[in-house]
Every structure is written in structure tokens, then in C-alpha cells.
């Protein structure tokens, strides 16, 4: 019987065929419906997930390619007590979402992003964000909620309009 | 200043709303404005947008034996002071779940954290119609949600006064608390819910609604209510929809569209890993016409699985026998070239519309006016100009799902849809059900839309799972679409063409206007949805002498709405050879604009839904202003255009800055947008919808296009049908006007087609290369 590693915990995923991407699995035999299917073929991003931490298109991923990697998806990153992460407190601050479907993607992508690079340029934004698709456009505001969520997770001050103006 | 309560809606709305959408009354005349006195400018949010907002709705769980008092439809007080309002409308990322209840809040006087926001069933004796579309979800709302609100916080008070014995008079509101000044005392509305709940609803003409310079919350930015659940993945949307028990399924119809299955290889199918069951479902009505009500489908194969994927993975096996002697065989190449063919001569005259829904036929109206010929004739200067764009699909980011449960004789229904209405109608056609058993056998939920834009106006896809939900009875199924399916199956902006002709007298001013234009048909007498033209478009509203005519190509490639329907099109073709003529008058752009919008008034002083010439030239000049746009600083490579289009009662004008390199990489620095939709009652929201609007409209610009060939589209994904994404996205600056006297209107779909031809006119001021036809990679153009 077949087990993943998904968002800090074993799951089994008991007998299923092997060629079945991970996004399915995700979806159809663990209810985690957040991770969305756009396009299956890595055109649109909003399949991200987390393999070992780095950013996955999941349509792409057969189940039966995995073993003992950690795989985190967007259920996985708020804390148990509800507790968001940065990333995910900026989106909300600056109204990121307009249909949202995509978010879940643009969220795993951008958070991965600042795993390893904690002051990403325009241009390195613009590079990690160019594999996800928003059809409503957002990329504006995604590309300033990396920003802010950045500047939380460094401590610097980040401009948020409805406080009037700077903050620690 | 007179407040204008409701605003009047487009005469020239879509016959598919018109069921929905019974006019209201008219406006009671709107008064000139004069350029700068009556209208404020707000939320220029420059430089990148950096913006924040208050943040309402922040998530608390139902308190544990609060009681809970239902005082209407829109509003439920708990014992504990929080507060449920019901949204009416289906969300589908135009902000609409947050906006409307955000309006009862006002006038009930409510602190935003204390509300919760209920997306409210399908119920049309209690909602009325619920649909998305249009841009009219806030104007048709505005004052309905705003009399929600004033008589629950006047049932609140009456009940406080009871309880209190204390005179209603003595008693105020603030932050979902009843104060009384005299004593300093205050108490939540909590306290009151259960009395309240017991007051007789008051005359709404006993109401007090507040004055704009009263609204606490109206006008500032508020985050979506749905946020906190979007960020952490939470089943929110069509797709989401999870039951015990479900099954998958996948609906395969023909390329050729219209093809009718007559055999598959069901043993092969059925024999496969994970499948449960396959069958064939035959055609419902005419499903190559946009329909929302009416059940229509296409002939196609159904298949039952355990698992999506088991689904897809059979799905790619199946060999269908189509009987395709009634399927489309249209080729978009031949449209074009019998429209280039035809550019030089007329059409047959063009005959407005009318008729019920579905059914609008040419009145023995002409669309024509004054004598465009003899003015011609006579004229310092006549231009022509034949412009051109294709089939665009919508590609909303979660493709078509719906998920249905039918037993004995009655079916369960969760939808993604933007007419909800119209699903359960269509679910009722299908099922037999007759309309006065309808509301007890058909249930539809909404759901929230992973994107709509109109194509999830059609209900086909609910049609679709009720069809195979009804042969799986007892079974939930969850009907997946895959891009395939969406891409090749939409109901697409039509492709057009313009054939123009313009007069210029001595000083330079637009005199007639002629337009041969050339569409598609399926029956020889009406357009296709979303495929026709009339009087109403700037500049033509404005002048005295135009002559339309048009030609209609036959056949059935299906064609529905998006966001705004025919206007996404038109405002490059019309506001494109408008600069053309800016430019062949010796006058600058502005000037031409506001020469040709005149002085300000009504366009049709007889019809209110009309566009007000003022409130256009405000727009104009103030993105004139904000960009620098005469300040002609234009140079080789490297230069600004402008364009201005009124359409869903909304006023917009945006401005391109625009490089061109030599090899035709073009780089679209930054857009500006000044916008007259009236009050804006979430800053945040309005200013989402025109950020998204003048991305989609580049996007579509520079690479949307869907062909046909042989009545089968070519384009399956989005490796063939590319999308905007991140780094080419420009710097944004979006700045209101908001005339006080004018209450809101939409802003999902007026707030998107100038920038075709702002970027357009851009890339004329920057090469000198005129661009007539779209889209624009075919001409050698890439966005970077």
C-alpha cells in the first residue's frame, strides 16, 4: 500500500495507478481540492506544490514517481492554530484575489520563491511568478504582495495604505 | 445635488439578460456637468499600486449557543452582535460577494468585523433574479441592498425602543451598536435580534437612507471576504465540490462541433481500469446557439469513473463514430477572405434589433441616420479603412465543472454558474420537470467561480451532469471538463469586420460615419450572440449622418459573451480609426475628442442609458492630464497612445506608453485609466476589476485567436492559446472620477476595451505603422 509524505504527514493512498498525476491524487483520493487543475500540462501553474520545496507543476508528477519526498501543498502552510504565513497575510492585506482559482498556485510558487531568495528584485519576482497564469489578472498585486510578504519576513517597513503610510 | 438613485441600465442590453433584467426606472434626467465643478478625483494608487485596506470578515467560528435571528432575507443577527448578510449573486472574481453585502452594512450601521457574508441559495421569490453579468450586479442591487440594510437597523431600533423604553427618537446607531445619547448607554444589536426578528417589516418609504458624506465604510478599500479561505486552499469553488461517494465523470463531444455520436468502442472503454460506466447522450435542441435556460446539449460520450484521472485516461481512448451529416464546416480563412473580398461595397442595410430572449429579431427600423452619402460627397476629406479581428475564447482558469445528485425524480445541484437560474431551469427542461414542481425537484447551489467572463452565462455544462447524473441515479457525480474541452467548446467572441468610411468637413470635424460591417449567422436573419452592431457606439451616437449596413456569413461556430460583449472588440476598431481621423483633422487627439463629443449632454436626449458627452470629456481630459499625453513628448521607438470607449453605462479612458524595438518587440511600459462608473463603494474592488481589465485586453491584443477549420477549432491549450503573464505586465495607474450625483455602476467589463486601441494608437505614434487587424503577433509583433 502506497504512502506520501503531504504537508508534514504520512497519507495512504492505498492501491491507485501509478501513471496517476499528483494533482489527482491530491484532489480526488485525499480531498485536498485546494491545489487546482488549470490546463494539465504545466502551462498555468495552478497545480503548484512543494517537492522538497521547490516548486512542482503536480499534473505533471505520476504518483508512482514518488516516494519519500516531502510535498507540501497550500493546505499545508498556515499553521494548525490558523496562524498565517506571511505570504499568505500579505495576500489578504492588498486584495490579491479576484476569482482566486489560480491563487492557491500563485501563493506555492511565490512562497518558494522567498525560500530561497528573502529580497527578490522586479525581475527575479517576475521570473519565479512567469510559469503561473492569473486570467484575472492580478499580477500587479502579486507582484507587491511578494514585496510586503518579504518585508514582514525581514522585518523592514512596507507601505500599507489603510494605516496611513509606513509600517515597522 | 439631487441624488440619482438608480441608474438606468443599457437599452442595448443582451437579449439573453432581458428575462433577468426588467428596466427599472428611469433616471430622472441627468444634469450637465461641467468640466471640472461636479466631480472629485480619488484612489490614484501610482507607482506600482501599493495599497492596503481594512480587513473585515476576519474568520470566527459561530458562537456556541448564540442564538440566531433572521430579520430578512439579506440579514441574520446572532445573540453574540455578529452579523450574517446574504449575498445574492454568483461570485466569479468581479468582487460582487463582498461588494453587495458591504452596501447592507452601511445602512445598517454595522462594524465590517462583525459581518459575516452567507452566499445566498438560489431562490428567486426571496432574491429575485441572481445572476453575474453585465456589469449590472451593483446597479441593479444598489438601492435594494441599501434598503436592506435601512430596514433591518430600523427594525433594530423599534425593538431597542420596546425593550428599552426608551423613544426611538433618543435612540442612534453606530458599529452594530444601539447608543442612546441622553444616558451614554449603549448595547450591541445582539441584544434585540429576537424582538427585532419580531417587528413588522417597515414601509420602505419610512425609510432614511443615508446621505453619501454619511457612508462609514462606502468608498474605502475592503479585501474580499472570501480571501482568508482563498490563500489556505479551502474548497470554495464548482470544482471543490466533494460528496461521499462521487463519482467522476467526462463528457466527450465532437471536434467537427455538431457532430452527433452514433457508436463508441464501449467494450474497450468500459473494460478499463476505474471505470464505471459509458454511455452515449443524444443532442438537446439547437446547443450550437447560446443558451442559458433552456437545456440544450450536444450529442456526445459520457464516462463514469472512480477517479478523475481514471476518467481523463479513458477518455483519451475513446474512438467515437460521429455522424457529422449535420455538423459545422466553417473555415475562418474564408470568412476572412470573403470579407476582404466584400470591403469595398455595401451591405444590406442594418436593421436594429428586438425581441424577447433568444428570439431578437431586425425590426423595420434602420439603424442609419441624416445621409452619411450626401455628406460625403461634399466633405473636405473622406477616409477608409477596413479592420479586422478573430474568434477569442474566454479561457476562464477553471475549466467547466458542475457536480449533481438526481434520485427519484429530483436533482441536487452544485454550480459554478453565472445564471444560476438559468441552470436550474435548463436542469428542469432537461428532466422533464414541470415549473410548478421545479422549485421542490430542482436545487441548485452556487458555488464560487473559478472565473466566468461569460462563458459560464451558458448553463450547457450543467445540462451535461444533470443528463448523466440522471442515468447514474443515486450516485453524486462531479462532471470534470479538461482545457481541451473548454477551449474547443466555448461559446466564443465572434470575429467581425469593419468596413469604414469617414467625413472630415473644412475644420477638420468628424461630419458621417460609414460601416460595413461583416458577422456570422446561423438562421440569415439575426446575428449571432454578442455578433451584432448598432447605433449606440461612440462616435456614431455623437454624429448626424451615418449609414450602416451589413453583411451575414452562415454558419453555427457557437458564440456567447465576454466580458464586454462586442464592446472588447469594437473599441479597437472604432477608437483606432477615430485616431486615424485625429490625425488626417491636423487636430491633436483630445481636441478631436472633445469636438466630436460636442457640448456636454445626453447622446439621446431621449434615452437616459444613453452616454453623457460631459461625463466622457472628463475622463478623457483628466487621463490626458495624468499621463502627460500632449505633452508630446512622443520619440522614434517610443510613444503614448490614448483611447476612450462608453459601454455597460461606464466611462473609461486609458492611456498606453508603448516601445517598439526594431524587430518589433514591443514593451508596454505603463497604462493610465481614468473611469467614470459612478460612486465606487469598494475602492479595492473597482480598482481589481480595471488592473484586470487593462491586462486582459493586452493579453487579448497581442495573442488571442481562435480558428476554425472545417468547423473544427484549432486550438486546445494554452501552448496555442497564450496568455498574459507576470513580466509582461505593465506598471498601472487608475484614478475615479466620481460625480456625486451618480450612483454606481459595473466596472467588470467597461473597464477593458479602450487599452486595445490605446496600445494600438500607442505603436501609430511610436512607427507610424497603422494596425487594422488583430491579433497582433500575426503582424510580426511580440509583447515582452
Known amino acids: 500500500m502506497a504512502t506520501l509524505n503531504i504537508n508534514g504527514q504520512t497519507m495512504d493512498i492505498g492501491e491507485i495507478d501509478p501513471s496517476t498525476p499528483l494533482l489527482w491524487v491530491l484532489r480526488d483520493e485525499l480531498g485536498l481540492v485546494g491545489t487546482k487543475y488549470g490546463c494539465g500540462i504545466a502551462q498555468c501553474g495552478a497545480c503548484t506544490v512543494h517537492l522538497d520545496g521547490a516548486p512542482v507543476r503536480s499534473c505533471q508528477i505520476p504518483v508512482g514517481n514518488l516516494s519519500e519526498q516531502q510535498i507540501t501543498t497550500i493546505e499545508g502552510l498556515a499553521v494548525a492554530d490558523g496562524t498565517l504565513t506571511p505570504v499568505q497575510e500579505a495576500w489578504i492585506e492588498i486584495d490579491v484575489p479576484q476569482c482566486g482559482y489560480c491563487q492557491a498556485g500563485q501563493i506555492m510558487s511565490a512562497t518558494a520563491l522567498l525560500n530561497t531568495n528573502s529580497n527578490p528584485s522586479d525581475a527575479e519576482i517576475d521570473a519565479a511568478m512567469s510559469g503561473n497564469i492569473c486570467r484575472c489578472a492580478t499580477y500587479t498585486r502579486i507582484r507587491q504582495a511578494i514585496k510586503n510578504a518579504a518585508a514582514k519576513m525581514n522585518g523592514t517597513a512596507f507601505y500599507n495604505a489603510a494605516e496611513g503610510g509606513e509600517l515597522a | ?784
Open chain 2, 1 to 784: 445635488m439631487k441624488l440619482i438613485e438608480e441608474n438606468t441600465l443599457s437599452p442595448e442590453l443582451p437579449d439573453f439578460f432581458q428575462e433577468f433584467t426588467k428596466p427599472t426606472k428611469a433616471n430622472a434626467g441627468i444634469p450637465d456637468v461641467s468640466r471640472r465643478d461636479f466631480f472629485k478625483i480619488s484612489g490614484i494608487a501610482g507607482g506600482g499600486l501599493v495599497i492596503g485596506m481594512a480587513i473585515g470578515n476576519s474568520p470566527k467560528a459561530k458562537a456556541q449557543g448564540s442564538e440566531l435571528s433572521t430579520l430578512s432575507p439579506y440579514v441574520q443577527i446572532q445573540t453574540n452582535g455578529r452579523v450574517n448578510l446574504f449575498s445574492k449573486n454568483p461570485e466569479c472574481g468581479q468582487g460582487i460577494k463582498t461588494g453587495l453585502p458591504l452596501i447592507i452594512a452601511e445602512e445598517l450601521d454595522c462594524a465590517w468585523e462583525d459581518v459575516d457574508v452567507v452566499q445566498a441559495d438560489i431562490d428567486a421569490t426571496r432574491y429575485g433574479v441572481q445572476f453575474a453579468g453585465g456589469s449590472l450586479s451593483t446597479p441593479m442591487n444598489w438601492m435594494a441592498m441599501r434598503q436592506a440594510g435601512a430596514t433591518a437597523r430600523a427594525m433594530i431600533l423599534t425593538a431597542a425602543s420596546q425593550q428599552l423604553d426608551i423613544p426611538v427618537s433618543e435612540l442612534s446607531t453606530s458599529n452594530t451598536k444601539v447608543q442612546h445619547a441622553a444616558s451614554g448607554r449603549e448595547w450591541g444589536y445582539g441584544e434585540f435580534a429576537e424582538l427585532a426578528a419580531t417587528i413588522p417589516v417597515p414601509d420602505p418609504s419610512s425609510l432614511t437612507l443615508k446621505s453619501f458624506d454619511q457612508f462609514k465604510l462606502l468608498g474605502r478599500r475592503f479585501t474580499g471576504v472570501d480571501n482568508y479561505d482563498i490563500v489556505q486552499g479551502k474548497p470554495l469553488f464548482g470544482a471543490d465540490t466533494q460528496m461521499e461517494g462521487m463519482l467522476y465523470a467526462t463528457y466527450t463531444k465532437s471536434a467537427q462541433i455538431g457532430g452527433r455520436a452514433r457508436s463508441f468502442n464501449e467494450d474497450h472503454i468500459k473494460a478499463m481500469p476505474g471505470v464505471v460506466d459509458a454511455f452515449i447522450i443524444d443532442e438537446v435542441g439547437n446547443p450550437k446557439g447560446f443558451n442559458t435556460a433552456t437545456g440544450d446539449m450536444f450529442s456526445g460520450v459520457a464516462i463514469v469513473a472512480e477517479s478523475t484521472w481514471a476518467a481523463i485516461k479513458a477518455k483519451r481512448e475513446l474512438e467515437i463514430d460521429w455522424d457529422l451529416s449535420n455538423a459545422e464546416t466553417a473555415t475562418w480563412d474564408d470568412l476572412v477572405d470573403q470579407a476582404r473580398a466584400i470591403q469595398h461595397s455595401d451591405g444590406e442595410p442594418l436593421m436594429m434589433l428586438a425581441g424577447g430572449p433568444g428570439a431578437s429579431i431586425p425590426t423595420d427600423n434602420p439603424a442609419s441616420k441624416g445621409d452619411a452619402e450626401a455628406v460625403m460627397e461634399s466633405a473636405d476629406q473622406v477616409l477608409s479603412a477596413f479592420y479586422e479581428y478573430p474568434y477569442v475564447s474566454h479561457a476562464q482558469l477553471e475549466p467547466e465543472t458542475c457536480t449533481a445528485l438526481y434520485e427519484n425524480g429530483s436533482i441536487e445541484i452544485w454550480a459554478p454558474a453565472q445564471i444560476p437560474q438559468g441552470g436550474e431551469s435548463s436542469a428542469a427542461a432537461l428532466l422533464g420537470v414541470p415549473q410548478e414542481e421545479a422549485a421542490e425537484r430542482v436545487v441548485l447551489h452556487q458555488t464560487r467561480i473559478g472565473g466566468g467572463f461569460g462563458r459560464k452565462l451558458a448553463n450547457d455544462f450543467v445540462s451535461e451532469v444533470t443528463a448523466i447524473a440522471q442515468r447514474m441515479e443515486g450516485i453524486p457525480i462531479k462532471l470534470q471538463w479538461t482545457r481541451e474541452d473548454d477551449m474547443s467548446g466555448d461559446f466564443f467572441r465572434p470575429g467581425g469586420f469593419h468596413s469604414y468610411k469617414a467625413a472630415l468637413d473644412g475644420q477638420g470635424n468628424l461630419v458621417a460615419w460609414q460601416d460595413h460591417f461583416m458577422t456570422s449567422t446561423m438562421n440569415d436573419v439575426t446575428p449571432m450572440t454578442s455578433a451584432d452592431l448598432n447605433a449606440s457606439v461612440f462616435p456614431m451616437d455623437v454624429i448626424d449622418n451615418v449609414k450602416l449596413t451589413q453583411t451575414m456569413f452562415k454558419n453555427a461556430i457557437p458564440t456567447g459573451p465576454m466580458r464586454a460583449p462586442a464592446s472588447n472588440a469594437f473599441a479597437f476598431t472604432f477608437q483606432g480609426f477615430m485616431h486615424e481621423l485625429a490625425v488626417a483633422s491636423g487636430k491633436s487627439h483630445v481636441e478631436f475628442l472633445m469636438d466630436t463629443l460636442g457640448e456636454p449632454g445626453l447622446a439621446n436626449p431621449e434615452n437616459p442609458g444613453s452616454m453623457h458627452t460631459g461625463r466622457a470629456a472628463n475622463v478623457i481630459s483628466e487621463v490626458a492630464r495624468i499621463s502627460g499625453y500632449e505633452q508630446d513628448d512622443n520619440e522614434a521607438g517610443r510613444a503614448k497612445g490614448l483611447s476612450f470607449y462608453f459601454c455597460h453605462s461606464g466611462y473609461v479612458a486609458q492611456v498606453a506608453d508603448v516601445s517598439v524595438s526594431a524587430n518589433k518587440e514591443v514593451k508596454v511600459h505603463k497604462v493610465w485609466a481614468v473611469a467614470d462608473f459612478g460612486f465606487i463603494h469598494n475602492l479595492s474592488g473597482a480598482e481589481n476589476q480595471m488592473e484586470g481589465g487593462i491586462i486582459d485586453g493586452i493579453s487579448q491584443l497581442f495573442n488571442s485567436k481562435i480558428t476554425f477549420e472545417n468547423g473544427i477549432i484549432q486550438q486546445q491549450n494554452f501552448h496555442q492559446y497564450p496568455l498574459l503573464r507576470m513580466p509582461q505586465t505593465p506598471e498601472l495607474e487608475i484614478a475615479f472620477l466620481q460625480p456625486e450625483e451618480f450612483s454606481p455602476t459595473g466596472a467588470g467589463e467597461p473597464s477593458m476595451p479602450p487599452v486595445l486601441a490605446a496600445v494600438t494608437n500607442a505603436i501609430y505614434n511610436a512607427t507610424g505603422e497603422r494596425i487594422r487587424k488583430l491579433p497582433l503577433y500575426e503582424l510580426g509583433y511580440k509583447l515582452v
